[in-house]
């Protein structure tokens, strides 16, 4: 089998600019695309509460106004045969109240919106993380393959990764079971001392009401 042929120094340059100029554009992409998904969420809000409109509420107080008409004329028929005058006779009227409801659908589609926005904007984040990598690794092979020499590929190998950057949790150490726990390393060495100056007077205090209360029991008869 023969080795593949090495890229040109020229070539080299021609795709690290590539994968410059596509890291810019896809984020700028990742950008836009946040711009598309908020209008998609709102679109779908509007279809989930497609009631929600001028004409919708103006046809229900209209629907509402003939049946109270009907009403009317029922009771007012009603006092006739009952011998109510006119002038005394009962009437309905529609009162159309819709104040708390406008508030909760409100309330509700700022609160959608504010989880909409919050995932879309973890999902933008990741998208830009995928990109700088895919690019990064791009750009790792495009070195590695002008590098003729093994320190300088050793040297890559050694570089570290985001798994030694950033270690994964120890519930140990969180929970305060390490030695010493995460919590004192976090604490100034001048106030940890006092802590523990408090904690080992507090256990002196301790052992000695301790100590009295077997001695009383000792001379009893």
Not at 77 to 96: N, V
Not at 131 to 147: F, H, V
Not at 151 to 156: H, P
Not at 171 to 195: K, M
């Amino acid at each position: 089998m023969t080795a593949a042929p090495q890229m040109s120094k020229s070539e080299r340059e021609d795709l690290q600019r590539l994968i410059r100029q596509r890291e810019k554009v896809l984020k700028s992409a990742a950008k836009q695309r946040s711009t598309e998904l908020i209008a998609d969420f709102e679109n779908q809000m509007g279809q989930q509460y497609s009631f929600d409109q001028d004409e919708t509420w103006a046809e229900a107080h209209k629907a509402a106004d003939t049946e109270v008409a009907k009403a009317q004329d029922r009771v007012a028929a009603r006092c006739r045969e009952l011998g109510i005058p006119d002038c005394f006779a009962p009437s309905l009227s529609l009162h159309w109240h819709n104040t708390g409801y406008d508030n909760i659908l409100e309330k509700r589609k700022a609160e959608l919106r504010r989880m909409a926005q919050t995932q879309i904007e973890a999902i933008q984040a990741k998208a830009v993380v995928e990109i700088e990598m895919t690019c990064l690794q791009a750009q790792t092979e495009i070195a590695m393959s002008g590098l003729t020499t093994d320190a300088a590929r050793q040297f890559i190998g050694r570089l570290p990764t985001i798994e030694t950057l950033m270690p994964r949790l120890s519930f140990t150490e969180i929970a305060g079971e390490a030695d010493p726990p995460v919590a004192e390393q976090l604490v100034s060495p001048n106030a940890l001392r006092q802590r523990r100056y408090r904690e080992r007077h507090r256990n002196a205090a301790v052992t000695h009401v301790r100590n009295a209360d077997d001695d009383g029991e000792d001379e009893s008869p």
